[in-house]
């Protein structure tokens, strides 16, 4: 029995510290107001399309008066946080230091550290209302399924999840609907909360049409998850 007492030790001291993190970040974005997530790539260089399709999506978001929340990091994070934070709006970055990413980036008006994926992850869900994924690995991947998972088991409410990069999204997004939604493995997308579009200006103007003609949506997602 000491031994097992000896062994929980590390997970209980590892549960304490995500339950920590997930109650300072709730504290410090509890009035950040509507916010959208960006996911993509922190590999993206400076040069990249990517990076400015990004960058002119945070630019875009905070002139229309929502608040950007990306990992905090470089690549396609930083360009989001870039646009958002020199547009004068409200730029959140939720930073976890990785080999790759070892410190934040300076585009941050709220830097919000982390030690775990999991507190991390949630905080995203927790706070955002839609979620706009430009190129990325297992990583953006991840939080992209997740963002569907979620919606498609009622745990958020529904909204956009907008693919930025038709050459690089096109394969994926055919074969969710020929392979996942047409086996009926998933319940059926709907093309106005699940598309592809490479236009920053077409992406910000579908969320703020979204959410006109959403507005119960809208409420129940400013007062958190479901």
Known sequence: MGN??????????QT??????????????????PAISVFGSAR???????????????????????????????GIMEAANK???EAGGTSVGLHIKLKTESKA?????????????????ATFFMH????IVLPGGFGTLDE????????????????????????FWAGLHDWIVEQLQENKLINPLDPDTFFIED?????????????KDHPDIMRLQNNGPV
């Open 4 to 13: 097992n007492k000896e062994m929980a030790k590390p997970v209980i001291q």
């Open 16 to 33: 304490t510290q995500i339950m920590s993190e997930m109650v300072h970040a709730a504290e410090t974005l509890a009035k950040i107001g």
């Open 44 to 74: 993206i260089p400076v040069d990249s399309p990517y990076y400015a399709q990004s960058e002119e999506i945070g630019a875009r978001l905070a002139k229309a008066g929502f608040t950007t929340i990306a990992g905090g990091g470089p």
């Open 83 to 85: 646009g958002a934070y």
């Open 105 to 121: 980036n300076p585009y941050l008006s709220i830097n919000l550290p982390f030690q775990h994926f999991v507190s991390r992850k």
């Open 128 to 131: 955002s209302m839609a979620y």
């Open 144 to 167: 992209l399924f997740e963002a569907l998972t979620l919606m498609q088991t009622g745990k958020v409410p529904v909204g956009p999840v907008i693919l930025v990069g038709s050459t």
């Open 199 to 211: 236009d920053p200006a077409q992406v910000v103007a579908h969320m703020q049409r979204f959410y």
